[in-house]
């Protein structure tokens, strides 16, 4: 059984920076926000949360690993009262012409990841909020679990590090390279130095 001193369970929990929680706004089947709540937990989120919902977790049975009592759970009444950490991005999860074709999209570190409710999407005023919408390119849309799934799915493999995909089925797959620290860069306001240690 993985445990804290487990070495995946830190490869896990050390290597991705930032953190992520996930929620919806508006709710019509409790089912399927039970059903994101326990990816959610399952690919490390830090927190879940509604806006302007009513969740029971009793009744989202699918919710098998009651996420409520193992992750801080926010249920905001109106947009207004939404209340996310300092410098926690807001991403909307919504098909748009604007939005950004998710394997394009760069995530932030930190950030929070909302839906719209089955029947109707994100509403604009919420939208107007996100500092960023994201769409997922299928042939019609997902079911919100599953929309939330993938976007968390391409979260992890767009900021963890993993060995290379071989070129061909069933190939060896390549080990994750060993990390090396390089000079140290100072930033300055329209200016990069890179110090050298040579000097």
Do not use: W
């Not at 993993?162 to 060896?172: I, L, Q, T």
């Not at 300055?188 to 040579?198: E, L, Q």
């Amino acid at each position: 059984m993985a445990g804290p001193t487990d070495s995946k369970f830190h490869e896990v929990h050390l290597v991705m920076r930032g953190y992520f929680g996930i929620g919806i706004e508006g709710l019509s089947k409790p089912m399927n926000a039970g059903n994101l709540y326990r990816s959610a937990h399952a690919f490390g989120a830090s927190f879940v949360f509604t806006v302007a919902s009513s969740y029971n977790p009793d009744i989202g049975k699918s919710d098998t690993s009651n996420v409520a009592e193992q992750l801080p759970f926010y249920s905001f009444d109106t947009i207004e009262s939404m209340c996310l950490p300092q410098d926690c991005a807001l991403v909307g999860i919504e098909i748009t012409d604007e939005a950004t074709e998710l394997p394009s999209f760069c995530h932030p570190r930190c950030v929070a990841y909302v839906l719209g409710m089955e029947r109707g999407g994100l509403s604009e005023r919420l939208t107007d909020c996100c500092e960023h919408v994201v769409k997922i390119p299928t042939l019609f849309s997902l079911n919100l679990a599953t929309a939330g799934a993938v976007v968390m799915y391409d979260r992890l493999i767009s900021m963890r590090r993993f060995g290379a995909r071989p070129v061909f089925p069933g190939g060896v797959v390549e080990p994750i390279p060993v990390h090396t620290f390089g000079d140290p860069i100072i930033r300055r306001k329209n200016k990069t130095i890179k110090a050298s240690k040579d000097k």
